[in-house]
């Protein structure tokens, strides 16, 4: 570091400068300033449009505004690390977290003053870091802008500040000690790097977030601490000024860009659920701090949306929004898709996140998407993690931050991790229920130890290894060990598993240079079924396509996700998968009379009772459900005193409806209609269902069904879903009009009859299966 130092020392002192002014800055000034005036002489000679001109100086001024607030940041941000501490913490008293009180300021100064002797030594550590883990990494993201490689790393003289300090004490196992530290730092760092040949810096880098120290196991021995776990409990912010000639990258969009991925990195090394191990006695077992050890999972509903601000502008003002949300848990970053042009969107996004309850928030960031520039922030909102855990699980409304309106509709299920595979079969019912093709049934973690005897890739060194692992599309993999057929890796993963029973986990080991497999190994998850505990552990496998000798050590533990309380909360299964339908064929329906075909199909509900799911028959002389024009929005139930045609003659309709409150789903099954009027025996119709969600009729809610060619019984057995809110149900209709797609000769519409059903009238958490009898349709 003293030799870089010099080389800076002897560069500043062989620049030229006249009466304290750089020549060398002087020269490229006027050089700039030149080729903006020669820029507007060519516009104007050439006589363009004076579109050229003026979009090139609103990208200059947008640039200046941008870097001089980042510069104005950047330089508070500086005065403030370089001020006393406890000034500093003093001055920001009411700003600091309700934990922090006057001994934590006092104990925060004589951390900081440990930070400021250690300083240099940290500094040489932070560099390889950076080079071994973090070059590579920013390599392989930037590699369409060409080869990038750190040419100096110094990190300056001044270490990161601990603003305040929190020890936790209680309810806390005995052979750990657990400390919060909010971390703080903007040095005086310069960092060089090249860009497919490019030179470019780094300069005035600042960090600011909240660290966890975690010192376990505590042992007998010096150094009493056994190692450390360092990380993030979310993604700290970070900010830097770029310089040299990528500066050109630093403007909105473009620099954003670079600093994505080093927050990206940053949070894949040790921000919750990834952890920076540090081993600190040969007596503590690296897996010890190295597996990977989530409490739980949150699975999260991202529903809908409502009211949200308006930030698009259309032709007459003010238009709707793009809007899209962001899901933040720790490090782990999820978002919807984006649904145009609409303030209350529809987006029924799952995603499932591993969780340490040490993460106390999960976080949801509403945005506009702008395709022209940067997206406009349409709220946020922050959910205590530790609060779902308690409950099991929660639905709710949240009314957003940092904006003028809006509410988003959420709802977690929190998934414990049990040792016990029995409960799996639960686990494949829920996941089946929902229907969403990406839940999970299980999370498998694996730690990576060791391989020993692998084969040599080239006859003239050893192999560079490194492991794959892949289960589905996921795949991670291991650090390199160089030169060497007996790699020590030592490193921990999580798998989120659909299906334990069929599934398979494939194992690789690579060569890094030549690119060949040194081993392979394919596990299916179902061996963990009889092992005690559901675990393996530091055991060796055997390699295939290596030498025979060859082998990989590693621990591996299945567990199954399951809710709190789950005997009473077995979900119903979907009601259009367990409708029983006769198995008489279409033509012979045809020719039963009435009475006879309702005897020969009888009705099936599911119904839900402690748990178990049982069958109820209904028999055809159960009550029917009679339906007025929406006029009187009135609905009857009454015995059935009608013809097989109905009350009006038009026939009747069977249906099965039901809202799914975990689904947060209405759903609709259309099982078969009766007896629709034939007045012309030689233009029998060619009937179908259409399906409306009132009072509001929109495009959205439109469901169909198949068309059956001339048939006055259709079967349909068609299920259909809404996203629906059950607050909303109240103040909903469900228009059901049954329709031909042949036009019958003796009649101007394409409508045979209609019926419509007032969702208030009914308890439809538990299934409801009916006859509706077809009314005409209210014009």
């Avoid at 040419?151 to 005995?174: F, T």
Wanted: aromatic share 6%.
């Amino acid at each position: 570091m003293n030799e870089e130092n010099k080389k800076d020392d002897n560069k500043d002192i062989g620049e030229k400068r006249v009466a304290g002014i750089s020549l060398k800055g002087t020269v490229y000034s006027i050089l700039k300033k030149a080729s903006v005036v020669g820029f507007v002489y060519l516009a104007g000679y050439l006589q363009w449009s004076v579109a050229w001109l003026i979009g090139p100086v609103a990208l200059l001024v947008i640039r200046d505004q941008y870097k001089k607030e980042s510069e104005r940041r950047r330089d508070i941000a500086k005065a403030s690390a370089l001020t006393n501490e406890k000034d500093v913490i003093l001055a920001r008293i009411d700003d600091l977290p309700a934990w922090v009180y006057f001994p934590d300021v006092e104990r925060a100064e004589w951390i900081n003053k440990i930070f400021k002797q250690c300083w240099p030594n940290v500094n040489h550590y932070v560099r390889e870091l950076i080079r071994d883990k973090i070059q590579h990494i920013l390599a392989k993201n930037l590699d369409k802008f060409g080869s990038f490689k750190f040419e100096r790393i110094i990190l300056g003289s001044v270490p990161p500040r601990i603003g305040g300090i929190k020890v936790y004490d209680a309810n806390m196992p005995r052979s750990e000690i657990i400390m919060d530290l909010d971390l703080f730092y903007a040095g005086d760092c310069d960092i060089n790097f090249t860009l497919q040949g490019i030179k470019g810096g780094i300069k005035d880098f600042q960090l600011h977030g909240m660290l966890r120290v975690v010192l376990k196991p505590l042992i007998t021995t010096m150094p009493i601490v056994g190692g450390l776990q360092v990380f993030f409990l979310n993604n700290p912010s970070i900010d830097f000024n770029l310089v040299g000639v990528v500066d050109v990258l630093d403007m909105p969009g473009l620099g954003d860009m670079l600093r994505r991925i080093v927050v990206e990195q940053i949070a894949a090394m040790m921000v919750l659920p990834n952890k920076l191990p540090i081993k600190l006695s040969d007596t503590v077992e690296a897996a010890e701090l190295k597996i990977p050890e989530p409490e739980g999972v949150l699975r999260v509903h991202v529903i809908e949306a409502k009211n949200l601000m308006k930030k698009d502008i259309g032709m007459l003002g003010k238009g709707k929004s793009d809007p899209y949300a962001v899901i933040n848990v720790g490090a782990q970053e999820f978002r919807t898709k984006t649904i145009q042009n609409t303030v209350d969107p529809k987006w029924d996004y799952w995603c499932e996140c591993l969780v340490d309850l040490e993460v106390s928030h999960l976080r949801l960031h509403l945005f506009d998407k702008d395709h022209t520039g940067r997206d406009d922030d349409l709220g946020r909102a922050t959910i205590e993690v530790a609060n779902i855990a308690k409950k099991g699980s929660d639905d709710m409304w949240i009314t957003l931050e940092k904006a003028k309106h809006g509410m988003v509709h959420v709802r977690l299920t929190w998934l414990k991790l049990s040792k016990n595979y029995s409960d799996l079969k639960a686990a494949l019912e829920e996941t089946q229920y929902l229907r969403v093709t990406s839940m999970s049934t299980a999370l498998l973690t694996l730690y990576i130890d060791s391989a020993r005897n692998l084969p040599q890739a080239r006859t003239s060194s050893k192999p560079d290894p490194y492991v794959t692992l892949t289960l589905y599309t996921n795949t991670k993999q291991t650090a390199m060990q160089k030169r060497t057929s007996d790699p020590v890796w030592e490193e921990g993963f999580t798998f989120l598993v659909t299906n334990p029973e069929t599934d398979t986990l494939y194992i690789k080991i690579m060569d890094q240079k030549t690119g060949n497999e040194l081993g392979l190994l394919n596990l299916n998850l179902s061996m963990l079924a009889d092992k005690p505990n559901l675990e393996i552990q530091r055991q060796p496998f055997g390699l295939l396509k290596g030498d025979h000798n060859s082998k990989i050590i590693m621990s591996m533990h299945l567990r199954i996700l399951k809710q709190e309380n789950d005997s009473a909360k077995t979900p119903l299964l979907h009601q259009a998968s367990t409708i029983s339908t006769s198995s008489v064929s279409l033509d012979h329906q045809q020719s039963l009379p009435p009475s006879e075909k309702s005897t020969s199909s009888e009705n099936v509900i599911k119904s839900e009772t402690g748990g178990i799911v049982e069958e109820e028959i209904i028999p055809e002389t159960s009550p029917i459900i009679s339906s007025t024009p929406p006029s009187s929005g009135v609905i009857h139930r009454t015995p059935s005193m009608t013809s097989s045609s109905g009350e009006s003659g038009l026939g009747r309709i069977q249906l099965t409806l039901r809202y799914s409150v975990q689904r947060q789903r209405l759903i609709v099954v259309i099982h078969q209609i009766a007896n629709l009027p034939l007045k012309d025996p030689s233009n029998i119709p060619d009937p179908y269902v259409k399906l409306y969600l009132l009072p509001d009729r929109s495009r959205e809610t439109k469901r169909k069904t198949v068309v059956v060619k001339d048939n006055c019984n259709p079967i349909f057995d068609e299920s259909f879903e809404y996203l629906i809110s059950q607050g909303e149900l109240s103040s909903q209709q469900l228009e059901v009009t049954v329709c031909t797609q042949k036009q019958l000769f003796y009649s101007s519409t394409n409508v045979m009859g209609q019926v419509i059903v007032d969702l208030s009238q009914f308890n439809l958490t538990q299934p409801i299966n009916s006859w509706f009898d077809l009314q005409p349709e209210k014009k």
